[in-house]
């Protein structure tokens, strides 16, 4: 029997969550050790941390587990491969299931097909990985059943070349955001940073953050507090915010064509605090 979900993430919906812990379903005796950790959320991974032969066990060991009291996303095979309909086959009507996180996602009738295979309001991640999938990405935001986008950097470097120099990969997240925009959705998660510096990852998360960014992945359960610090608001922009509060409520402040937008960003930012556990005015 596995233990009981980390209580403050369990508690946090989805749309706001900023750590997303991958871990591999190669591993299920390490699955409890992933929901202890300061993840926001959890995804166990069937894809790319499964060798072929592998596959089949490994979907057995997640579904077991969503059966035997755990919960989390899994991230499942993409839509052209052999295993996507087997997956998919597996975890409908699964307890314990949050979503799914689809890797390889390049058209929007991938995440459709993918929702119409799961139980209904099951969520779908869209992992963008390639160039074409963030030439798609704005029909793929827009498309039914589509959660969240996420950037899988690695592959998107394999596919094009590109550096890993936040400025070669300023277009690919750029659009993501946008399109997560047009299509309504929360915020897309960024890739993950290999990195043994927290200071580095701290970095990383504010180039994340800049980009209009919300979440990020990580393959490291002991990166998931540094990410959760790294894309919450700061200690400075809480106490702005909570002046700029205060005096709003008590008819202070000056009130020239920039108060709107900072008010909305000051309540924006409470709201975050309050979720994180970090508003204490």
Not at 86 to 101: F, K, N
Request: glycine share 8%.
């Amino acid at each position: 029997m596995f233990s009981g979900r980390n209580a403050r993430a369990a508690a946090l919906p989805a749309t706001l969550s900023r750590s997303w812990l991958l871990a591999s379903a190669m591993k299920p005796e390490l699955f409890d050790t992933a929901l202890a950790s300061e993840a926001d959320s959890v995804i166990f991974d069937i894809e790319d941390a499964v060798p072929a032969e592998h596959k089949s066990s490994a979907r057995d060991a997640v579904v077991n587990a969503l059966r035997d009291g755990m919960t989390g996303w899994v991230r499942i095979n993409d839509i052209n491969t052999e295993y996507w309909a087997d997956d998919l086959e597996a975890l409908h009507g699964v307890p314990g299931l949050r979503g799914v996180m689809l890797a390889k996602t390049e058209k929007p009738e991938h995440v459709t097909l993918t929702a119409m295979r799961l139980a209904a309001g099951t969520p779908v991640l869209a992992l963008i990985e390639s160039a074409l999938g963030v030439e798609s990405a704005t029909a793929i935001a827009s498309a039914p059943g589509t959660f969240r986008l996420a950037f899988g950097v690695g592959d998107f470097r394999r596919d094009t070349g590109a550096s890993d120099d936040p400025m070669a990969l300023a277009y690919a997240r750029a659009k993501l955001v946008v399109a997560s925009r047009v299509g309504q959705l929360p915020g897309p998660i960024d890739g993950p940073t290999l990195t043994d510096s927290d200071d580095a990852l701290l970095e990383a998360c504010k180039v994340t953050q800049s980009m209009g960014m919300t979440g990020k992945l990580t393959l490291r359960a002991e990166q998931t507090d540094t990410i959760n610090q790294g894309l919450a608001p700061s200690d400075t922009e809480i106490k702005w915010a909570a002046e700029l509060l205060d005096e709003h409520e008590h008819g202070g402040g000056s009130r020239d064509g920039s108060y709107a937008p900072r008010l909305a960003r000051a309540q924006k930012i409470r709201n975050l605090g309050e979720s994180y556990g970090l508003w204490t005015s």
